[in-house]
């Protein structure tokens, strides 16, 4: 299988790259340039890297990217600093998404597309709906009017949600909904749930980045755990956060 993965020179991408490489996968990354990428990575047999900036290539060259491909994951985000948060594109989660989209239509493959999107417990899943206190909701609007990212982040699940559905057959997808990102050296045992079992933000837990990245790769590589989640916006906790805090 040859997976594309966008997003991989962040911290969570990182460790999604290293995990498929030693499952056997075969990688292709995108990353800009001046962007930097480990070294031992860079030279494994099984990574492609493409070095440019994605929402600046044209139709023909992402489907060229898409082709050949059983999997795209996307861990892309906003820099935290003034200009990734307030600067220009504001919705590079969003449009990043759509364009996979419409290059896996274009290429028509036979076999469906497995579609892993990082985001976020911070964004609901509209489809159940989840419940959420009145003060949660509060801060949530808040933060749609003061952090484009956030917008950005509901946007791009929602329209996975509703403008490809789970129902599409050229088009699969799942949403993983890691809480408050930690850096580990090991992936450690984990918890996945569909939908969050604490306030995302009075009462947030833990995930580990390398959790993350081992999730993701167990939806692209294991069919029991695609079918499981397929269309739906699962949220992953650290093990020890999976349970909310008394009192």
């Known amino acids: 299988m040859m997976v594309l993965v966008l997003g991989a020179s962040g911290a969570t991408g990182r460790r999604l790259v290293h995990e498929l490489l030693a499952r056997g996968v075969c990688v292709r990354i995108v990353i800009r340039a001046g962007s930097e990428f480990p070294d031992a990575m860079i030279r494994h047999e099984n990574l492609t890297l493409v070095r440019a900036d994605f929402l600046a290539l044209t139709e023909d060259e992402i489907a060229q990217l898409v082709d050949g491909c059983g999997a795209v994951a996307s861990c892309l985000g906003h820099t935290l600093s003034l200009k990734g948060i307030y600067g220009q594109p504001r919705r590079l989660v969003t449009e990043a998404v759509r364009r996979v989209y419409r290059a896996v239509e274009r290429n028509a493959a036979q076999t469906p597309i497995r579609f892993v999107l990082m985001n976020s417990t911070g964004n609901s899943n509209r489809d159940i709906p989840e419940r959420v206190s009145f003060a949660q ?9 003061v952090l484009p990212p956030h917008v950005d982040n509901e946007q791009a699940a929602d329209f996975l949600r509703t403008q490809v559905g789970p129902a599409d057959r050229g088009f699969e997808w799942v949403i993983v909904r890691p809480d408050a990102l930690t850096d580990h050296d090991q992936v450690t045992d984990y918890r996945v749930f569909p939908s969050p079992v604490r306030s995302a933000i009075f009462d947030s837990g ?8 081992h999730f993701m790769a167990e939806l692209i590589t294991n069919d029991a755990t695609w079918h499981a989640w397929r269309g739906q916006m699962p949220v992953i906790y650290n093990a020890e956060s999976a349970v909310p805090q008394r009192g």
């Open 137 to 145: 909701d509060c801060v949530i609007r808040l933060l749609r009017l």
């Open 206 to 213: 833990t995930t580990s980045r390398i959790n993350v990245g």
